[in-house]
């Protein structure tokens, strides 16, 4: 790669007559599942890698959860992505993760060259001693979601549809965890011209930090993360997610775990791509009937410009995985 050209990849944007005939109106699918890294996470932490790196970062270190047990929160994708932008910077990367973390992950992590270090029980005691490891003179610590170099990086995402729509989609459909996606894509709709575009902004429940931010109109602290969607397992949003409620059309909706569950499993049958249940939920605005719901209530038009499903993808997730989630939710 050229030197200082971004990590990220320019995805696909495929239509989907399976989701077009669901939804009854056309279904784009900006397929995020195929980045180098696995999912969306690459562009905005792959920009904020580059920028420290520029500024004399000469040591990166995140906090990530990867194939957490379930008391623990997903943030494996952040973790992915700060590891493979350490070694295409060239520069050395500390991984901190939760004590239990499997012996798997940990390998995976060494074998992309990062140094791990395992303390406490969940992330967020992760995340403490990655916040002390980061006071180190060099040494910056990679946010999964909250910066707004991560949120400047995920908004490359929306000048590739401009390229290739060049007219605004009828919608956009996003996972919501810590925000940072949220917040990265209106700030690429304002950057295009394209800030009348609603965004359809889906959580799942026991996860549904931005819902109840929205709700309470002030941010609010979940006390636990209760969805098998881990990786959308941050208690609180950003608070510049809740501030683009008042600049930018978004509808905030949350479904259970079976619907986003059942969502990636009719996806894998519908266009054979398997993602996480943090991205059956956007999948599910689609199967749940969600879109003709909204138009039936008079929140998005009876006539619908192509519709923009971001497949945000994620790497903690398998078949058997899969197979475990369903029958734990009574879906086999
Ligand atoms: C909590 O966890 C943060 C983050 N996952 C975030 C994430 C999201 C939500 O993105 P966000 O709203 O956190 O920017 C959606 N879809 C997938 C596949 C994700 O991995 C992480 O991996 O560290």
């Not at 943030?75 to 991984?95: D, H």
């Not at 208690?235 to 905030?252: G, M």
Request: aromatic share 6%.
């Amino acid at each position: 790669r050229a030197k200082g050209e971004h990590f990220h990849t320019v995805t696909p944007l495929l239509e989907s007559w399976a989701l077009s005939q669901v939804a009854g109106t056309t279904v784009l699918l900006k397929c995020e599942n195929v980045q180098p890294t696995g999912s969306f996470k690459i562009r905005g932490i792959g920009h904020f890698c580059q920028e420290v790196a520029r500024k004399g970062c000469r040591h990166l270190v995140c906090a990530s959860a990867f194939f957490p047990s379930f008391r623990t929160h997903g943030r494996g994708n952040a973790g992915m992505a700060a590891a493979y932008s350490a070694r295409k910077l060239g520069i050395p990367v500390t991984i901190v993760l939760p004590e239990g973390t499997s012996l798997q992950v940990v390998r995976r992590l060494q074998g992309q060259g990062a140094e791990v270090q395992l303390t406490g029980k969940v992330w967020d005691e992760a995340n403490l001693r990655a916040q002390e490891l980061a006071k180190r003179d060099g040494w910056e610590n990679v946010s999964p979601f909250n910066h707004p170099l991560i949120w400047e990086g995920h908004a490359s995402l929306v000048q590739e549809l401009k390229a290739e729509l060049g007219t605004p989609p009828g919608a956009v459909v996003l996972s919501v965890g810590g925000g940072g996606l949220l917040a990265g894509v209106s700030a690429g709709l304002a950057e295009v011209g394209w800030q009348h575009v609603p965004i359809i902004a889906m959580e799942t429940q026991g996860a549904h930090c931005f819902n109840a931010a929205v709700q309470a109109g002030r941010l609010v602290t979940l006390p636990d993360i209760t969805s098998v969607a881990r990786s959308l397992g941050a208690k609180t949003v950003v608070a510049r997610a809740l501030e683009c409620t008042k600049e930018f059309e978004i509808f905030s909706e949350v479904v259970e775990d079976a619907e986003a569950v059942s969502a990636v499993q009719r996806f894998l049958d519908d266009e054979r791509m398997l993602v996480e249940p943090a991205c059956g939920a956007s999948l599910a605005a689609i199967y749940s009937g969600l879109l003709q719901r909204l138009q039936a209530e008079g929140c998005l038009r009876p006539s619908l410009a192509p519709v923009v499903v971001i497949v945000c993808g994620g790497n903690s997730i398998d078949s058997r995985q899969l197979q475990a989630l369903r029958a734990q939710l009574g879906q086999s």
